[in-house]
């Protein structure tokens, strides 16, 4: 059939549009977004494996035990994940995948941190604004419906190719999350707290900051966490436009078909998302 | 500040109307009109929340608004504080009026002079007992120090001194609503605005929480107004009550005047089921001015007159200065009559019970035991006689019989 509505050629013209006349925004957030991944990628390479793998078990044993850290129920709650995390950690290490993972880490990390800067007040916005709300809602449908890779294609076109638009598409798709659970978390605080605030005189930010937020808070963490693993999820195909780490790997075992390189980087994917997982979620659970 | 019958009006309200829906202009008008509130609903989709009330509450007062579920009665608080915003009428708090009130002066209205307290608490469940209590302080942007310390005063006035660091979560329905109290408390407004705030609690709590408040209103002396569905509460907490129905006020009054003179049908199917016995006083079932024998002008002749026309055989009697001295019997004032006496002061019974207006009737029913007189009631200062409560309108009261009734129950007595 003949085509009648070329929506795509008008996307394609935005685009490029876009492209053409915001070139030195493109280029900011690409030289803001290298920066951030090459000096934190230099960070967490500067730690000594021990130290790191260290420093992470006893974060993991931390965030399971709280207050009870050097009780003795504390060692029942909390020595299952270190476990796992010293174990994980070297068997990464010990197969030679350890910088891919940093690099992964650092993505998955600012990936992260900008998806809950922008997802966070949208978020908050959609709450407390019915407008703001019926605008944002379809918009993060969308985003999470369309095939992840296709936001590859415009993120190679105004950042070429690199971690910059492996980031950038990584930050669209684990956006969502952040958006939907701090307005369900803010939605969800009983409303005679939110109306006791307003009965003793507090203005929209006490209500906010002092009662809304922190009830929220619990959600809002899953939220975090959801943020992780879905950054975690994009790895493999944030490489297929040169961003580094575990995922290109995964990504030259395809090409290569070299099931042993597949498996292993893969292998150290999962073993990162679960220690991210269960970290992030004993924080939320702790709140 | 305005003044009525000598108090101080603290809050007054005026024709507040309050209509929930889109078109409120519309339903508004219609309103004024006379409608009803059917056809506006049917019209415009419009609910009336609240038609124009109007009540004042004074100074030191506990001020209950009582009514069943949808009657109003928490949309009415609400507008006091403006959680709701009224369509129309006004209130005031002392002299100014609320309802025109920007958004600074209503903020530090609600920071300052009216504190609320919650049927389901409305603590923070993340924050301390002692935090929460300091919560309305915390949002003035009182240092930390300072609303601490009156936390803990207030904490302590409730009676939870030692749970400061506690959370919410570990303390029972009435400890909580304690700490609600608590907040309102610390931040030391005039007016305490009380949303059912023991409907969620138990019975014996409840009880516990009611006697509580009394004590502490009996201290601090603050303007409180109190909405509650139970009558027997409002009863015994307000000085007066209002009883609401469909956002109409029924009548307002103390419980004693609701009780004895219900303004509708459906204040009276309320007060139905009401212990009338600790709320009806002499005041209101004397028989005022009776027939009185004076002593030094009414002689033996005269008693028997005065006795004869309104066929009783007991007066009383009082002396110039209008005391109450007793009562004679007729017998003996005939006796009196035969010896050709002057003065009733010989036949005067003196060990006779006398009672002050504000007795209960629950309080005067074991003093008719053993004797036969009816009940004097005297004025406090003047011991000048205000009226006499005679037995039967006691029993009568007692037992919500009839006149005839008992009658008839006395006549089948003695026919057994």
Request: glycine share 6%; hydrophobic share 45%.
């Amino acid at each position: 059939m003949e085509r009648v509505i070329n929506l795509g050629k008008y996307i394609e013209q935005g685009i490029n549009a876009l492209e053409e006349n915001f070139s030195f925004l493109w280029s900011a957030i690409d030289d803001g977004i290298s920066w951030t991944v090459d000096h934190l990628n230099d960070l967490l390479l500067g730690i000594p494996f021990v130290l790191f793998l260290l420093l992470i078990t006893f974060l993991a044993y931390y965030a399971k035990t709280g207050s009870k850290l050097f009780k003795k129920e504390g060692l029942k709650m909390g020595l299952g994940l270190a476990s796992f995390v010293v174990v994980g950690f070297l068997l990464i290490y010990l197969m030679g995948y350890w910088e891919d993972a940093i690099h992964t880490t650092t993505l998955v990390l600012v990936a992260t941190f900008i998806a809950l800067i922008l997802g966070i007040p949208l978020g908050i916005l959609s709450a407390r604004n019915r407008t703001a709300d019926m605008v944002i809602r379809p918009i993060l449908d969308f985003m999470q419906t369309m095939p992840a890779f296709v936001y590859l294609i415009p993120a190679i076109f105004f950042f070429s190719v690199g971690n910059t638009p492996g980031i950038i598409a990584t930050v669209i798709f684990s956006l969502p999350p952040a958006v939907r659970l701090t307005s369900l978390g803010i939605r969800n605080v009983p409303s005679d707290v939110v109306e006791a605030g307003h009965a003793f005189g507090a203005t929209e930010n006490q209500i906010l900051y002092k009662i809304q937020l922190p009830l929220a808070m619990p959600t809002i963490l899953t939220g975090v966490n959801q943020v992780i693993l879905l950054a975690l999820s994009m790895v493999v195909i944030a490489s297929m436009v040169g961003a580094r780490g575990l995922g290109s790997i995964v990504y030259q075992g395809i090409q290569q078909n070299d099931i042993a390189k597949g498996f292993e980087s893969g292998l150290g994917i999962v073993i990162l998302a679960i220690i991210l997982d269960r970290i992030t979620q004993s924080i939320a659970n702790k709140k | 500040m305005t003044e009525n019958n000598d108090r101080t009006v603290k809050i007054k309200v005026e024709d507040l109307t309050l209509i929930f829906g889109k078109r409120k202009k519309e339903a508004l008008a219609m309103l004024e009109k006379g409608a009803s509130k059917e056809e506006i609903l049917k019209k415009t989709k419009c609910t009336v929340g609240i038609n124009k009330a109007s009540f004042e509450v004074y100074e030191g007062e506990v001020f209950v608004v009582m009514g069943l579920s949808g009657s109003g009665k928490s949309t009415l608080i609400r507008c006091l504080n403006r959680l709701n915003e009224p369509t129309s009428g006004k209130v005031f708090f002392k002299d100014h009026d609320i309802t025109r009130e920007g958004n600074k002066e209503l903020m530090k209205t609600r920071r300052y002079e009216m504190s609320m307290v919650f049927q389901k608490f409305g603590l923070l469940p993340h924050k301390t007992i002692l935090e929460n209590a300091a919560f309305g302080l915390e949002l003035r942007g009182e240092p930390k120090e300072e609303r601490e310390k009156k936390a803990r005063q207030a904490l302590e006035t409730v009676g939870l001194k030692g749970y400061e660091e506690q959370l919410p979560s570990a303390m029972s329905g009435g400890m909580q609503q304690r700490v609600g109290l608590a907040r309102a408390l610390a931040n030391d407004s005039e007016v305490l605005l009380m949303d059912e705030a023991f409907s969620a609690l138990d019975p014996l709590i409840k009880a516990d929480m009611q006697d509580e408040l009394l004590q502490i209103q009996e201290k601090l002396q603050k303007t409180i107004v109190f909405i509650t569905h139970d009558l027997d509460e409002a009863i015994k907490l307000g000085d007066r009550i209002v009883i609401m129905k469909d956002g109409v006020i029924e009548q307002i009054g103390t419980a004693e005047e609701i009780l004895t003179n219900p303004a509708s049908d459906y204040v009276e199917a309320f007060t139905e089921k009401v212990d009338r016995k600790t709320i009806i006083t002499a005041e209101t079932l004397m028989f005022r001015k009776p027939t009185l024998l004076h002593l030094k002008k009414d002689g033996p002749m005269q008693a028997i007159r005065k006795m004869r026309t309104i066929s009783v055989d007991v007066l009383p009697v009082e002396d110039e200065k209008r005391v109450f001295l007793g009562y004679v019997w007729l017998k003996d004032v005939l006796k009196l009559a035969d010896r050709k006496e002057n003065s009733l002061q010989s036949v005067i019974r003196t060990e006779v019970p006398s009672v002050y207006s504000h007795y209960t009737v629950e309080e005067m029913l074991p003093l008719i035991s053993n004797h036969n007189y009816p009940l004097a009631v005297v004025d406090e200062e003047s011991k000048r006689l205000l009226g006499i409560v005679t037995q039967t309108s006691l029993i009568i009261e007692a037992t919500r019989f009839e006149r005839e009734e008992v009658k008839e129950l006395i006549e089948k007595a003695n026919d057994i």
